[in-house]
């Protein structure tokens, strides 16, 4: 597969159109969101491209990024949203408007399944079998091919799997109980930054 991968320095080019219908990912330093940075946002409008952008981690400014986040006639599909709107509210200071998650979608649709993860939904429906050794990398500093290829496979893949997901909901009967669990989202990531980070449902 050819893929059109673009490394933007700071902020997306101005005037890049990039559709109504995107897919997003995150990649940190680590996971603790008072200790580990926001690094890159990479953007997939689907059509096996990823612009990726190296954010500047002593100002944030990425004024043309956020732009496109906060439209809300843009919809934009991540795999654990959870995480990745977390870190873009403690650093790019935004909540991100029109959002889906392919996780949670999978965790309401493939009830015949407890393998929810990116890799085991882009081979139950791509058929394509990836690489995450490169997970755990360090995205802080200067980019390696491996990694730049990393990066835009985990965004390619997410519209073919969100419509996929998308279908079986509305055949079980279950996308409007989605829409209601994906509606609790922003609330899910106030309630981290809180650090109220079990489930505070559980007895």
Known sequence: MNLDIKLHKGDLPDHLTLGDNISV????????VERDKL???????GKNDAHIIKLNRENYHAPNLKKILLNKKINKIFHYARADLL???KYLKINVENINCTKIMSKIARSY???????????EFTGNDI?????????????TEKQLNYCAKDVIYLHKIFDEL???????KRYDLYA??????????????????????SH
């Open 131 to 143: 690489n995450k050794s490169l997970q755990s990398s360090d995205f802080g500093g200067d980019l």
């Open 39 to 45: 690094c890159l946002v990479q953007i997939s409008t």
């Open 166 to 172: 998308k279908k079986i909901l509305v055949r079980e």
């Open 25 to 32: 990912d995150c990649e940190f330093m680590g996971l603790n």
């Open 180 to 201: 209601e669990a994906i509606g609790f989202v922003q609330v899910r990531v106030n309630l981290d930054l809180a650090s109220f980070t079990s489930d505070i449902w």
């Open 113 to 123: 399944s407890d393998k929810h993860g990116l890799k085991d939904l882009i081979k």
């Open 87 to 89: 870190f873009i509210k």
